[in-house]
């Protein structure tokens, strides 16, 4: 036998000869073949349940049809995926889910993106055949961040699996059982009274319109259009990443130019970037972790820019809070810099401001309403806005987005660096501190800018470097809180020897985001990734603290970095969350 | 956890968590030994085995939810099982049924009393269809009933 048979088999589906890994199911065997087999409970990226049926082929000599999605492939198999037992099975089971499905496809938030819907337009279902009781159950509108609508559920429960295999909260699980079945938190509470991080992974998942982000768009609307408002937008690094995919680029093309334009004709009066406030990041970040190492403060420092991350630490783990940064996320700085030294300079009245954002991350729109983020003396971030809700309303005016002109953010905080536009990287944040870190330590200029060893999907990074003088700086990254559990389970050990590790809530980092364009896999995120450092490598400033706007800041205005102002604006506390079941 | 469970009842949950606590596939015994000694499951009770037996607090309800074995609501003293099965069915099963619940006072969702004395179940059948209509009390059998009937059988339990 050869090596090859051992590892592979042989068998037929349709007629058609096919050689697959023997680890392979079905599914993935007729992939091979350019044969999509229609599914829904199926995820590449988390556990196969077959749950929902939908997958169900002909096997030759099967007792009864199998789903495609976790049978096993095996040798001299013969599969059909397309004859009449089959489609009319495939059929049947898809009309059931519509008979207890609501059919306001017209009004859903996800219509078009609904893979239920496209499911049954791809199978020509004309109508359902079955009337019956419908579920009916209560929306969940509890919190900023994520809507969860029951009678939209299809009971796949991607949300269970992405909930408890990405981030390890496990806040859904299947509950009841026959008709009354439905998936939920325990006790059937509200996102905002379980241990829920609104990172919004659930809400990359679902099929249908069962978890999706809470829309926030009418708010921005209303804000362009009122004359008595001054509209600043900020855009986070990794919607510029995203963003094309909604508009029918590839993954990984990076749109600013016509993302700019887009904003400008939305109505905003600034287009500013929120990767200028990462660079503000970097600067407080860097010089607080030199700080801590200088003067022996609490070690290893945490990242504290994503906020699906803090939610974990200050609902899961308070005894970790003396280990995050107190710098705010760049969001949090954005907000709080735009209504003191912009409309300072701009000499607006800050009250008029509205400050919106547009973010990868469901989480953020909570982030906003922390009641420590309104040292402005405003509300520092009065609207934030996904990357989905960003397309949605650029659909609604029609602009023709691939036919945009390429435009420049406004000045000055429109201006960043390398180092901010990889902060949507997990890594980014920490080869962003690294560059800082390490020529304000030394005060020698940094020979290679790439950080390769924090880069990439790995779920944990670990790197050092080596500073001089006999100190090296131990670091790690992790991305995903099921990897960020690993750490802080190992600092409260006492068992990190890291000086600074970094964390990311959701997966491949804030590219990866909740509030991301549908769908996200591994795929799509390394070719996010590839584009993320290509640009850095491309900028023409690759430091934050070399950003002149940023120089300009703080020598014009905001002082030293973890000086008075600087403390007052760009730094926070974080608390323990009340009572939430855990 | 409140006060609204005795001390000695605690003890002997967490005599029966380091018993099988530490066990593999433990959850479901551990709830049966729990609801033995609270006679349901309260939330409270849920978190402790949670916390102990490293299972989510949502999984755990989810199978508390599943098996009709477990109650999440306090149980009435006294537990009556109306029968609905086919025979019992035809012959007056319903109004068996509706005559408990107004002698009981409970009302389309409610099934335990205010005073935890009774709580009233339906089950599919009893296995004694030659007594239909049938409904038990506890483990006593009470059959060939007329609805004028049950006001005398809920008094032997008051």
């Known amino acids: ?582 | 956890m409140g006060e609204k469970f005795a001390e000695k009842d605690l003890v002997k949950l967490d005599g029966v968590l380091a018993d099988l606590g530490s066990q593999k596939g433990t959850l479901i015994p551990v709830l049966q030994k729990a609801q033995e000694i609270f006679g349901y499951l309260p939330r409270e009770v849920l978190v402790r085995i949670s916390e102990k037996i490293k299972v989510p607090i949502s999984q755990i309800y989810g199978v508390v939810t599943f098996y009709a074995q477990f109650h999440l609501m306090p149980r009435g003293k006294n537990i009556v099982r109306s029968c609905q099965g086919t025979a019992c069915h035809v012959r007056g099963a319903k109004g068996i049924l509706a005559e408990l619940r107004r002698q009981l006072g409970l009302g389309e969702e409610e099934s335990t009393t205010k005073d935890l004395g009774f709580t009233l179940e339906t089950v599919a059948c009893i296995g004694c269809c030659g007594l239909a209509p049938v409904l038990m009390v506890n483990d006593e059998t009470h059959g060939r009933l007329v609805p004028d009937a049950i006001k005398g059988i809920l008094d032997q339990y008051r």
Not at chain 1, 146 to 152: A, G, H, Q, W
Not at chain 1, 334 to 355: C, H, L, M, Q
């Open chain 1, 1 to 582: 036998m050869s090596s090859v048979s051992e590892t592979t088999i042989k068998m037929t589906i349709n007629g058609q000869d096919v050689t697959a890994p023997k680890s392979y199911t079905i599914l993935q065997a007729a992939r091979l073949i350019g044969l999509d087999i229609p599914h829904l409970c199926y995820h590449p990226e988390l556990a196969r349940e077959g749950n929902c049926r939908v997958c169900l082929v002909e096997v030759e000599g099967a007792r009864s049809l199998v789903a495609s999605c976790v049978y096993p492939v095996g040798e001299g198999m013969k599969v059909h995926t397309n004859s009449p037992s089959v489609m009319e099975t495939r059929k049947t089971v898809v009309e059931l889910m519509l008979a207890n499905h609501p059919r306001d496809c017209l009004f859903c938030v996800k219509n078009q993106h609904c893979e239920l819907q496209q499911i049954a337009a791809d199978l020509g279902i004309r109508k359902v055949r079955f009337q019956g009781e419908k579920r009916e159950a209560k929306k969940d509108e509890s919190n900023p961040s994520i809507v969860r609508d029951p009678e939209k559920c299809i009971l796949c429960t991607r949300c269970v699996r992405a909930c408890s295999e990405r981030q390890g909260l496990d806040i859904f699980s299947s509950v009841n059982r026959g008709f009354k079945s439905i998936v939920e938190p325990a006790f059937g509470l509200g996102l905002d009274e379980v241990a829920c991080s609104y990172c919004g992974q659930c809400t990359t998942v679902c099929p249908t319109a069962a978890l999706t982000e809470k829309d926030d768009t009418q708010l921005v609307w209303d804000a362009i259009s009122d004359p008595d408002k001054f509209v600043v937008v900020q855009t986070a690094p990794s919607v510029r990443i995203g963003l094309g995919e909604e508009f029918g680029l590839k993954s990984g093309s990076i749109v600013t130019g016509k993302m700019v334009a887009a904003l400008r004709r939305l109505g905003f009066d600034r287009v500013f970037d929120t990767d200028f406030a990462a660079d503000q990041t970097i600067m407080e970040e860097a010089h607080e972790l030199l700080h801590r190492i200088k003067t022996g403060g609490v070690l290893p420092m945490a990242t504290s820019c994503s906020p699906g991350w803090i939610n974990f630490v200050e609902t899961m783990h308070p005894e970790f809070i003396p280990h995050l940064s107190t710098a705010k996320s760049p969001q949090g700085m954005f907000g709080a810099t735009v209504k003191t030294y912009f409309a300072e300079r701009a000499a607006i009245d800050p009250a008029k401001i509205v400050s919106v954002s547009v973010m990868p991350c469901t989480a953020k729109k909570w982030e906003a309403k922390r009641p420590q983020l309104c040292d402005s003396g405003f509300r520092d971030v009065d609207i934030v806005i996904t990357t989905r809700e960003f397309a949605r309303m650029i659909k609604q005016v029609g602009l023709d987005f691939m036919n945009l002109p390429e435009e420049d953010f406004d000045s000055p905080m429109g201006i960043s660096t390398g180092a901010a536009q990889i902060f949507g990287a997990t890594g980014g944040v920490m080869e962003a501190a690294l560059r800082t870190a390490y020529e304000k330590y030394t005060g020698k200029e940094l020979e290679n800018l790439d950080f390769i060893a924090v880069r990439g999907l790995d779920g944990i990074k670990e790197a050092s470097v080596d500073m001089g003088g006999g100190v090296v700086i131990k670091v790690a990254v992790a991305h995903t809180l099921r990897n960020a559990e690993k750490l802080v389970q190992k600092t409260l050990a006492g068992e990190a020897d890291y000086h600074f590790f970094e964390v990311m809530a959701c997966p491949g980092g804030c590219l990866g985001g909740g509030g991301q364009p549908y769908p996200t896999d591994r795929e799509i995120r390394q070719a996010r990734i590839d584009a993320i450092y290509d640009a850095d490598a491309h900028m023409k400033y690759r430091k934050s603290h070399e950003n002149p706007a940023i120089i300009e800041l703080y020598d014009t205005w905001m002082g030293q970095p973890l000086g008075e102002r600087a403390h007052h604006l760009l730094h926070t506390h974080f608390t323990p969350w009340g009572e939430r079941l855990k």
